[in-house]
C-alpha cells in the first residue's frame, strides 16, 4: 500500500539537502582550458562542472557550454578558458534546506542538478536528481518520478 506525503513525514521528517547530497565534488577553476573541462568531464564521466576561485563558486561549464558558447563561436578548446564560456549566474541549494523544496525548485526550472552551498557560500556539494532518487526516504514521497517527467519534458528546437 503507497502511504501519502504526509504519512511519510510524520514518520521520518524532513531531508535536509545534506543528508543526501554528493559531498566529494571535483571542480575546476576559470582560468583552465576548455579542453582540461572536456577532459575532466570525460574522465569523470559527467556533463558538467562547478567552477571554483579557491572555494568560492563562480559558476559552471557544461559540456553544451564548451560546444554551443565556446567551438560555435570559433573559441579554440585549447586556447579558450572555463571563464569565458562557463554560466556565471547559477542556481544553488543551502546544506540546510529541505530536500523537497530543492526537488520543487529543480522542477520549476527544469535542471537536474544543483550546486549545494554551505551558509558561507562555499561549494559542500552536488545534488542530484539522482541523489535523490536512489535515496530510500524519498522514493516512499513517490515525487522522484513526477520531478523526472516535467524536467525532462521534451522541448522543441529553435528555429
Not at 13 to 34: C, H, K, N, W, Y
Not at 64 to 90: H, K, Q, W
Not at 97 to 115: C, G, N, S, Y
Request: proline share 4%; charged share 25%; glycine share 8%.
Amino acid at each position: 500500500m503507497r502511504r501519502g506525503t504526509n504519512w511519510f513525514l510524520k514518520h521520518y521528517g524532513f531531508m535536509q539537502v545534506s543528508e543526501i547530497m554528493t559531498r566529494e565534488v571535483e571542480t575546476i577553476p576559470p582560468e583552465a582550458s576548455l579542453q582540461q573541462a572536456a577532459a575532466a568531464m570525460e574522465a569523470l564521466g559527467v556533463g558538467s562542472l562547478p567552477v571554483c576561485d579557491g572555494k568560492r563558486l563562480v559558476g559552471a561549464i557544461t559540456d553544451r557550454d564548451i560546444v554551443v558558447r565556446g567551438v560555435a563561436a570559433g573559441i579554440s578548446p585549447i586556447d579558450g578558458l572555463v571563464g569565458d564560456c562557463m554560466t556565471e549566474d547559477i542556481v544553488y541549494a543551502f546544506c540546510d534546506e529541505e530536500a523537497d523544496e530543492v526537488l520543487a525548485r529543480m522542477k520549476t526550472l527544469q535542471i537536474r542538478r544543483l550546486a549545494v552551498l554551505d551558509r558561507d557560500k562555499t561549494l559542500a556539494g552536488i545534488i542530484s536528481l539522482g541523489d535523490i532518487a536512489t535515496e530510500p526516504r524519498a522514493a516512499a514521497l513517490g515525487t522522484v518520478g513526477a520531478a523526472v517527467a516535467e524536467i525532462s519534458e521534451p522541448s522543441r528546437p529553435r528555429k
